[in-house]
């Protein structure tokens, strides 16, 4: 497939989402924010621990889809820009925006994460989730080093593509609010080096083995015990990693 075939496909399916139910605005608590939001999520593991205090800082989300993190990255007191390939979905991030955070604004684009309509280092902070396995890593790994300063910090949550049975299930198998099939593909461990290759720190950390169950009951059902067995297992059996369903991967330039 052509990168214009992926991207009408990808297109299609996040405008159409974005004009779905998933696109309705909300309005978070008073008291959420980044850091909070991440806080109780496995996929963002370390986050917020790695970026430190957000206040200030030029802030790049990629493919923000609907607008949640870029509303609450705003919420934390940063700079933000966002981008995603999706004008519906940009259009929602716009007006959740204005819904949650009054009198503050992100810098807006519909754009491809392959090809950043960016200044070379920009930004001070990258953040991004469940967007680079749906890009062409051979051309987008260049831009992403390129837009970030110096002494910045990118971190991204990725689906991991190498667990033989979870890929049956996402090909094959219904569950609540599973999000319809595009062009993405989640990474392997190339990509993931790939990904992280240039930056002068970089280290990553698969999360959701057993507690990937929760995922098949929606998106906020949490069985603790699971994930505590998650923490035993992964620490003491590292070939198990690469069976998880997601990646944190956390890069300095
Ligand atoms: C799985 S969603 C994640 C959205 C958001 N980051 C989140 O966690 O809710 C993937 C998003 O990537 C966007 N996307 C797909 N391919 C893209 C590309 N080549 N460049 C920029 N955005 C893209 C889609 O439009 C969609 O909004």
Same mark, same amino acid.
């Given at each position: ?38 806080? $109780?999520?496995?996929? =963002? ?5 790695? =970026?430190?205090?957000? #206040? $200030? ?7 923000? *889809? ?6 609450? !990255?705003?919420?934390? *007191? ?53 967007? !680079? ?14 837009? !970030? ?11 991991? *593509? ?33 990904? $992280? ?18 995922? *098949?009951?929606?998106?906020? #059902? ?6 505590? =067995? ?5 620490? #003491? ?17």
């Amino acid at each position: 497939m052509t990168l214009k075939e992926i991207y009408q496909i990808e297109t299609t399916k996040w405008d159409s989402i974005a004009d779905g139910p998933r696109g309705r605005i909300t309005t978070f608590a008073p008291e959420e924010t980044f850091e909070s939001y991440s806080h $109780g999520r496995p996929q =963002l593991r370390g986050v917020t621990e790695f =970026l430190g205090d957000l #206040k $200030g800082k030029r802030v790049l989300e990629y493919g923000c *889809g609907l607008g949640h993190v870029s509303t609450l !990255l705003l919420r934390s *007191g940063a700079h933000v820009t966002s981008f995603d390939l999706s004008r519906r979905s940009v259009d929602v991030t716009e007006r959740r925006i204005a819904a949650n955070t009054p009198g503050r604004t992100a810098a807006l684009a519909v754009a491809a994460g392959e090809t950043l309509p960016f200044a070379d280092e920009s930004f001070d902070i990258i953040f991004g989730k469940a967007i !680079l396995h749906h890009l062409d890593v051979s051309i987008g790994a260049n831009d992403l080093y390129r837009v !970030l300063k110096t002494g910045g910090k990118a971190v991204f949550s990725e689906p991991m *593509g190498m667990n033989p049975v979870l890929n049956v299930v996402r090909d094959h198998v219904w569950y609540p609010k599973k999000t319809p099939r595009g062009a993405d593909k989640p990474l392997s461990y190339q990509e993931i080096h790939a990904w $992280g290759a240039r930056f002068r720190e970089f280290h990553y950390q698969e999360v959701e083995l057993l507690s990937m169950l929760e995922r *098949g009951f929606g998106f906020h #059902k949490k069985f603790p015990a699971l994930r505590q =067995l998650d923490d035993v297992l992964l620490e #003491k059996m590292p070939p198990l990693r690469r069976y998880c369903r997601y990646v944190v991967m956390y890069m300095v330039k």
